[in-house]
Nanobody
């Protein structure tokens, strides 16, 4: 059973950088062929995928967030981290870390999620 747990500050000031860490237990983030993702849900809106880091360490970001998002990892701690710069109140959301699993071909699914952490951007 894979478990993911988000951690980080719940309040960030505008223009600062939001930084969250996801700690993974029950499976290695370097195991082929899983991808590890950050997803958020603003209040009253749907889920948004910010990007992911592959088992190999390479990354991919959603176009909407690419200019101010960075995802990295610490394999010694089995953690991966989100940094979102220049935040505004519109970045207020519940942030989740999750794992992508390839089902077949180009079909992927999110099979494990963290419980989510509320981040509020406010002065």
């Amino acid at each position: 059973q894979v478990q993911l747990q988000e951690s980080g500050p719940g309040l960030v000031k505008p223009s600062q950088t939001l930084s969250l860490t996801c700690t993974v237990a029950g499976g290695s983030i370097t195991t082929s062929y899983y991808y590890w993702s950050w997803i958020r849900q603003p209040p009253g809106k749907g889920l948004e995928c910010l990007g992911y880091i592959r088992y190999s360490g390479t990354t991919n970001y959603s176009p909407s967030f690419q200019s101010r998002t960075s995802i990295s990892r610490d394999t010694s701690k089995n953690q991966f981290t989100l940094q979102l710069s220049s935040v505004t109140p519109e970045d207020t959301a519940v942030y989740y870390c999750a794992r992508w699993r390839q089902v077949v071909g180009q079909v992927w699914e999110l099979d494990y999620w963290g419980q989510g952490t509320q981040v509020t951007v406010s002065s």
